[in-house]
């Protein structure tokens, strides 16, 4: 027998296998196997916070104390939590959502952290619905992180889903304030003219507090520094020259067949110092490779995932046409064994 031959009559068997077994249970099958992935995955990363002292809701304090520092006329970027009283984890936030936060200063910093945890937990409901997945979504290791820490990544992506809709512009705008990254998703779902729009808040901030702009500007280099630094280069290529290279080609071949694809997943691929939640922006663009891969947290597999789905992308029917081939040809001599 040849090697095509042996190829094609492998082909033949799974092919067979399949048919048996039945297309509804192996989907069955495939969703239990992804949703023991995600818990089992979920539950190592969270017990390693909690035997590590980092705090419920930390991400979220640390906003809180950003803002309440700018209000108390201090410097914003210098507020930190400390993990174990030892690590610090420093504010980063733009000017644009220092200034949207600051009723937070009117509850505190206990309250509002619970405020915005069941505001988190809202929204990856929300997401999860919008997107019609299955309701073990919640347990996708990025998400369950985003809630744990309160980032604001759950309500970002909410809000851009929500802002699908022609009236949902101030939902793009007050996702773009929160977190400046949310424009990228925005390039693959709507029109420029929106885009151009939804900044606007974040421009018209600058009105609001012109010094609290210009100090930010001045000590940007600094706080990209420091967030590089504490987020150990972050879970992106960006700082990776020999994976930035081949993510970068990767994103823009993805842009050409699929710009919505392309923008989704563009940012978790390769936005600078990068945290592992950012992931849950592939939510709206995901397959079974990228759900499995994007629920690992280790640092740089994020983008290795993306250049293997772009390349499954262009080769997948390329594949398919030689397997189906191959098995043609191994017909005859399966039929006569």
Known sequence: ??????????????????????????????????????????????????????????DIRIYYRGVHLWLAGGDPWAAQVLVNGVTPFSYAGSPATTILLAPSALVSEDQFTALWLALSALSAIAIVRWLRLPLWWLLFPPTV?????????????????????????????IAIVLKVYAVVPLLGERRPRRIALALGLTLATMAVAPSLWIDYLQQLGQISARLAKESDGGFSAFYYLVL????????????????R??????V???????????????QPVMTPLLAVLLAVPIQRLTPVAIVLYVVWRYAADPVRTRLDAWAAAAEPAADSG
């Open 1 to 58: 027998m040849s090697p095509t031959q042996l190829i094609g009559t492998v082909v033949l068997q799974v092919q067979a296998v399949r048919r048996k077994i039945g297309d509804g249970r192996l989907r069955v099958v495939g969703q239990i196997a992804l949703a023991t992935w995600f818990t089992a995955l979920s539950y190592a990363r969270i017990s390693r916070y909690i035997h590590e002292g980092v705090p419920l809701g930390q």
């Open 145 to 173: 992180e985003a809630l744990y820490s309160g980032n604001p990544q759950l309500v970002v992506l909410m809000l851009l889903l929500a802002g699908a809709g022609r009236r949902g512009l101030l939902a793009d705008s």
């Open 244 to 259: 930035l290279v081949p993510t970068v080609i990767a994103i823009a071949l993805l842009w050409r067949r699929d710009r």
């Open 261 to 266: 694809a392309a923008a989704w997943l563009s």
């Open 268 to 282: 978790p691929a390769l936005w600078p110092s990068s945290e592992f939640h950012y992931s849950t922006l592939a």
